[in-house]
């Protein structure tokens, strides 16, 4: 074989043109012994191979620098399938097709900050189980949109619910109210429990509303349980099964609100011990209880439930309880104050905390996940404030603000907007309430009752 070794190709077209190489067809070009190979009979390009296996193949281990600039830099006329690494926004992006958008548009490719990590587990901030991978044009997220969503994210839409027991004056109540969110009305059942009490907690399942501390006075100590059945709105018989292992006078809960072998957490009120009970067969635990809790005192440590903690504040102890391992952790960020001023709880993030102690004004939007004060804002003053859970929006059913009373707002959890509601929405049957117990009810609790919303969620 001939060969011919020259310096450079300056021009094979009169010296007005670009140096070209033409190869006969089946021909192929190699460079430093194929560093570079072109097979023009299958129209392949080959880097480190004679032997690419695609349009452009490249046989390396290190990795390919593709073109890098600005947001203001992308190509002004891309084509579909363009990519490249965003400088601006720090990562790599690709110009394709967006089922949300409707449209061929940029949007990012995994990368160090790519795909967000998924978690099976529920109690994970990764929690993730048949999420829908999504963009935002900058970032990606994982959404139950137009998914199959399970657990937290399947929530019951609460469409009604219940507020029971309170007081007025030393006087305790066995009344209770239903409260439609749809059209923010409140209707008097009459006395269905079968104790009165105030200053007590609570649970709740799909069910069955079920009040601890049922002592007949409005500061006595009791581990009574009292229940209520939602679909039926009537009292039902007490059950030995449901009484704490403890007696318990100005006490707080919060619960798991995930139904599949969820728990409801009792504490305080004069002692230490954490309480379990099991929101799905309806028995308290009588072994192996959680950590006690920080503070066993007696005045109200009422609690807010999120979806990977619970949270209280009493005195001068502020603690979260971790669902996954049943402990307790320091509340750093909570609000001060006392524990008379509740909290408002929501499923979408957030929850409300009294700041102050009773019969003062402002509140506290807090991070359910972190227990990080998001903003302030005043609901009025105000105390021992009976709050009930919607979907979209939440109630306080009377509180306590000089003296007991029926006064009711709503809280839109989208806008942080309170809104003072008139005499349909209060509480009725009696001419004030606070430190009473509010639960949630959905379209499942219906089953049994006449109270069918399907699955609408009502507007604010």
């Given at each position: 074989?001939?060969?011919?070794?020259?310096?450079?190709?300056?021009?094979?077209?009169?010296?007005?043109?670009?140096?070209?190489?033409?190869?006969?067809?089946g021909g192929g070009f190699k460079f430093d012994n194929g560093t570079l190979y072109i097979d023009s009979a299958n129209n392949e390009i080959g880097i480190n191979t004679t032997t690419p296996r695609a349009s452009l193949d490249?046989?390396?281990?290190?990795?390919?620098?593709?073109?890098?600039?600005?947001?203001?830099?992308?190509?002004?006329?891309?084509?579909?399938?363009?990519?490249?690494?965003?400088?601006?926004?720090?990562?790599?992006?690709?110009?394709?097709?967006?089922?949300?958008?409707g449209a061929v548009q940029w949007g990012p490719i995994a990368g160090a900050g790519g795909v967000p990590a998924q978690s099976a587990d529920r109690y994970s901030t990764d929690y993730s189980v048949s999420a829908v991978l999504?963009?935002?044009?900058?970032?990606?997220?994982?959404?139950?949109?137009?998914?199959?969503?399970?657990?937290?994210?399947?929530?019951?839409?609460?469409?009604?619910?219940?507020?029971?027991?309170?007081?007025?004056?030393?006087?305790?109540?066995?009344?209770?109210?239903?409260?439609?969110?749809?059209?923010?009305?409140?209707?008097?059942?009459?006395?269905?429990?079968?104790?009165?009490?105030?200053?007590?907690?609570?649970?709740?399942?799909?069910?069955?509303?079920?009040?601890?501390?049922?002592?007949?006075?409005?500061?006595?100590?009791?581990?009574?349980?009292?229940?209520?059945?939602?679909?039926?709105?009537?009292?039902?018989?007490?059950?030995?099964?449901?009484?704490?292992?403890?007696?318990?006078?100005?006490?707080?809960?919060?619960?798991?609100?995930?139904?599949?072998?969820?728990?409801?957490?009792?504490?305080?009120?004069?002692?230490?011990?954490?309480?379990?009970?099991?929101?799905?067969?309806?028995?308290?635990?009588?072994?192996?209880?959680?950590?006690?809790?920080?503070?066993?005192?007696?005045?109200?440590?009422?609690?807010?439930?999120?979806?990977?903690?619970?949270?209280?504040?009493?005195?001068?102890?502020?603690?979260?309880?971790?669902?996954?391992?049943?402990?307790?952790?320091?509340?750093?960020?909570?609000?001060?104050?006392?524990?008379?001023?509740?909290?408002?709880?929501?499923?979408?993030?957030?929850?409300?905390?009294?700041?102050?102690?009773?019969?003062?004004?402002?509140?506290?939007?807090i991070d359910d996940v972190t227990g990080v004060n998001l903003s302030n804002i005043d609901f009025g003053r105000m105390g021992e404030e009976n709050f009930q859970m919607g979907t979209r929006k939440g109630y306080c059913l009377?509180?306590?603000?000089?003296?007991?009373?029926?006064?009711?707002?709503?809280?839109?959890?989208?806008?942080?907007?309170?809104?003072?509601?008139?005499?349909?929405?209060?509480?009725?049957?009696?001419?004030?309430?606070?430190?009473?117990?509010?639960?949630?009810?959905?379209?499942?609790?219906?089953?049994?009752?006449?109270?069918?919303?399907?699955?609408?969620?009502?507007?604010?």
């Amino acid at each position: 074989m001939s060969q011919i070794n020259v310096d450079k190709i300056v021009s094979l077209t009169g010296g007005v043109g670009s140096p070209e190489i033409q190869l006969e067809s089946g021909g192929g070009f190699k460079f430093d012994n194929g560093t570079l190979y072109i097979d023009s009979a299958n129209n392949e390009i080959g880097i480190n191979t004679t032997t690419p296996r695609a349009s452009l193949d490249i046989a390396a281990t290190d990795g390919m620098i593709v073109p890098v600039g600005t947001t203001a830099e992308r190509p002004t006329t891309p084509i579909e399938g363009t990519f490249r690494y965003n400088s601006t926004d720090r990562t790599f992006e690709g110009y394709s097709y967006s089922e949300d958008a409707g449209a061929v548009q940029w949007g990012p490719i995994a990368g160090a900050g790519g795909v967000p990590a998924q978690s099976a587990d529920r109690y994970s901030t990764d929690y993730s189980v048949s999420a829908v991978l999504k963009s935002d044009g900058t970032e990606t997220y994982w959404s139950f949109d137009g998914g199959n969503p399970s657990g937290w994210s399947y929530a019951r839409i609460w469409t009604h619910g219940y507020v029971g027991g309170g007081y007025r004056s030393s006087s305790p109540w066995r009344n209770v109210n239903r409260t439609v969110h749809s059209t923010d009305t409140s209707t008097d059942l009459g006395d269905q429990l079968d104790r009165s009490g105030a200053y007590m907690s609570g649970s709740w399942n799909d069910i069955n509303h079920f009040f601890h501390s049922m002592e007949n006075t409005f500061r006595g100590a009791s581990n009574y349980t009292s229940g209520f059945n939602m679909a039926t709105e009537s009292g039902i018989a007490h059950q030995n099964a449901w009484d704490m292992t403890v007696n318990r006078a100005s006490m707080g809960s919060f619960q798991d609100h995930v139904f599949a072998g969820g728990y409801s957490y009792l504490y305080g009120g004069s002692n230490a011990r954490t309480d379990r009970f099991n929101i799905t067969n309806e028995v308290m635990s009588t072994s192996n209880f959680p950590p006690n809790c920080g503070d066993s005192g007696e005045d109200p440590t009422w609690g807010g439930h999120g979806r990977l903690r619970g949270w209280y504040k009493r005195g001068n102890t502020r603690q979260g309880f971790e669902w996954k391992t049943e402990s307790w952790v320091t509340w750093a960020t909570a609000p001060g104050g006392d524990g008379w001023k509740k909290i408002l709880s929501s499923m979408i993030g957030h929850f409300y905390c009294g700041r102050g102690n009773n019969n003062q004004n402002n509140n506290s939007k807090i991070d359910d996940v972190t227990g990080v004060n998001l903003s302030n804002i005043d609901f009025g003053r105000m105390g021992e404030e009976n709050f009930q859970m919607g979907t979209r929006k939440g109630y306080c059913l009377g509180n306590y603000n000089g003296q007991q009373n029926n006064n009711t707002f709503k809280v839109n959890y989208a806008t942080d907007g309170v809104t003072n509601l008139g005499a349909t929405a209060q509480p009725k049957g009696h001419s004030g309430m606070s430190s009473a117990h509010c639960s949630s009810a959905s379209s499942a609790t219906s089953a049994l009752a006449t109270y069918d919303y399907g699955t609408n969620i009502p507007n604010f």
